[in-house]
């Protein structure tokens, strides 16, 4: 996101909306091809996520929820690692530049990046013909040696998760005219809450300094409870056992599985929950959820991590198995 000393028309974009978000002076008020970032001693974290248009978000949805959706996704990465936010870059494939749409988009983003602590860093923008898409990659500072990783489940850990699952899911079913949209036709309250949940994530920052005191391993539930939750196992040589009936669920989504209206497998593998899921060691799984009571944040047990190689296996109230036919989103 640089300017030349001859604006192009690229130049005066970045210079008009997106100058203002570039707080951190490592950013060089985006003048120069590069930024700096101090690491301070900590380990610095980095992820990156892209949201596309037509699969992460509507081409209706307002500009300002996909530049928050578009930051917060990455945010919510973070928080999983234990990190705290540092800064991030952009790369915005815009198919125009347009005032209405650029305008709050950036002032979206401007304001999260504000109240994340996560001020933009640099970046670039091109043209597409094609469908938009936004890249931010998004860093994070650790104490050294402390990020947490996908690798340290143990037999024994109990498996534990931030918030709700499966809002997300059910918002985006409400906007395509899916069967939640019919089963919640008389509450549009229920309704909004659910298209919130999907437009707009609410990443778990706040218990980043818990999730690294206490959690042996973590990420963030971005394609799927039960998808997400296999992926941990595996790469920490684990499996697991869930009681499905404790997993967390939003009074609305209760309410629509209760009504037959869509199947628990739509909420465990629906994805863009963007909530924190970890394995504790007993001792100190107690301490997390308080964490989280403290920051007003539910934290709930949902199972636990055995020993063994195969897939986690989901128990019904009865303490049947439930055969799930798809675990989480793919994009392949």
């Known amino acids: 996101m640089a300017n030349q000393q001859n604006p192009s028309a690229e130049d005066a974009l970045i210079a008009r909306y997106f100058k203002p978000l570039a707080t951190d002076p490592g950013a060089f008020g985006l003048v120069d091809d590069a930024a700096v970032l101090s690491s301070s001693g900590d380990d610095i974290v980095v992820t990156t996520d892209a949201v596309v248009e037509g699969v992460h978000y509507l081409a209706t949805d307002p500009p300002e929820t996909i530049a928050r959706k578009a930051l917060r996704v990455n945010l919510s990465d973070l928080a999983a690692k234990g990190a705290a936010p540092a800064g991030f870059v952009l790369t ?72 709700t699952i499966g809002d997300a899911a059910l918002g985006l079913d409400v906007l395509t005219g899916g069967a939640a949209a019919e089963g919640l036709a008389s509450d549009p309250a229920g309704r909004e809450a659910l298209i919130s949940r999907y437009r707009v994530p ?12 206490h959690a042996s391993a973590a990420m963030d539930v971005s394609d799927g409870l039960a998808g997400d939750l296999t992926k941990l196992c595996a790469a920490s040589g684990v499996t697991a056992t869930v009681d499905v009936a404790s997993v967390p669920l939003s009074a609305t989504a209760a309410s629509l599985v209760a009504r037959n209206v869509v199947c628990v497998e739509t909420l465990l593998a629906g994805g863009d929950d963007y909530e924190v899921l970890c394995t504790v060691p007993p001792a100190q799984s107690d301490a997390l959820i308080a964490a989280g009571r403290a920051a007003g944040l539910s934290v709930a047990a949902i199972g636990t991590i055995v020993a063994g190689q195969k897939r986690p296996r989901f128990l019904d109230g009865q303490g049947r198995e439930l055969t799930l036919k798809r675990l989480s989103y793919s994009h392949f």
Do not use: H, Y
């Open 202 to 213: 609410q990443p778990r920052n706040v218990l980043a300094r818990a999730v690294r005191d």
């Open 92 to 163: 915005l494939a815009l198919r125009s530049k347009e005032d209405a749409w650029l305008r709050p988009f950036a002032d979206a983003l401007g304001e999260d990046a504000k109240a994340f602590a996560c001020p933009l860093l640099g970046g670039d923008t091109v043209s597409t013909p094609g469908p938009q898409m936004i890249s931010i990659t998004a860093f994070g500072r650790v104490p050294k040696g402390r990020m947490v990783g996908r690798t340290g489940a143990r037999a024994g850990d109990r498996i534990l998760v931030t918030g």
